[in-house]
């Protein structure tokens, strides 16, 4: 269990103050040398962080295991994951632009195929199939697992997908592939709860995160061209909503947010590629063209950095 708590020094095993006492001197030098320690850069989060109002206590932002501080965010999960239609799942490191093939998935899906994926901050990949059905996949080695959830809820037969902040903890946010609105998944009981529609046409769309603002990437529909919009979270409206000139979608579609912009997989022709989109400048870069794959779905998780490490 993820949590954050003060652990006075007076109530601390003599050995674990020692080791403790060891960690800040040690850190303190790390840090002075320029070193850094672990966990301790990633927005916050994860590590031992030293009250700056000199406090008797130190506290702890992570999971705690036989006394020990885990950070809650390791490297490879502050990165995007993508999955293809053939079934292999990728990891993309956006600071080099460069994908790294993790294996294929496992999955019992028959001849169902990879249709929209979302990353939780545990390392797990939430897939969702052609014919409804959810599967659970493991970001290191591609293994996977079926869950229970029940196909059609609330009329959502297919969605695009993501995890958002919300306070201390984060949540999965579908968008109906149909475009009828949003709706959240309670990971624990895998019920659908309907939130709202858009308020507006928007067609079929993909969702990310930034922080704990939701946005879709939606297909061009109804002579509306592809876009990229702010969803309220609350009710499913959308809020500033962004044309995309010169982006095609082709046969599959993905985004995810990373560093301050969005990254958009896309596949006008036969083969995926990689543009990179700034919101607020409203500008387009192509990244990577010609993978040789087709994406379909793309997840990251909340530890991913909102603004471009330094």
Known sequence: MRRS???????LPGGLVGGLLGCLLGCSAAKDAGQGTHGSDAGGEG??????DGGGGLTTDGDVEGGVVVDPCPEELKEIYVVTNGNA???FAPATVTFTKIGNLSCPAGFATPFSMAVDRKGTAWVLFSDGKMYQVSTKDASCKATSFAVGQSGFATFGMS?????AGETLYV???????IAKIDTTTLKLSFIGSYGTTAGSGELTAR???LFGFFNSTGGLPTRVAMIEKMTGKLGTVRNLTGVTIG????FAHWG???WLFHAPSSSSQVTEYDFEKMTTKTAKTGLGFVIVGAGVSTCAPTERPK
């Open 211 to 213: 922080g704990e603002q």
């Open 5 to 11: 708590f003060t652990l006075p020094f007076a109530l």
């Open 89 to 91: 799942l990728y990891r």
């Open 175 to 181: 968008a109906d592939y149909n475009g009828k609105g």
């Open 47 to 52: 590590g031992l962080v030293i009250p700056e």
């Open 251 to 254: 046969s599959g579609w993905a």
């Open 260 to 262: 301050g912009t969005f």
């Open 163 to 167: 995890f958002a902040r919300d306070g």
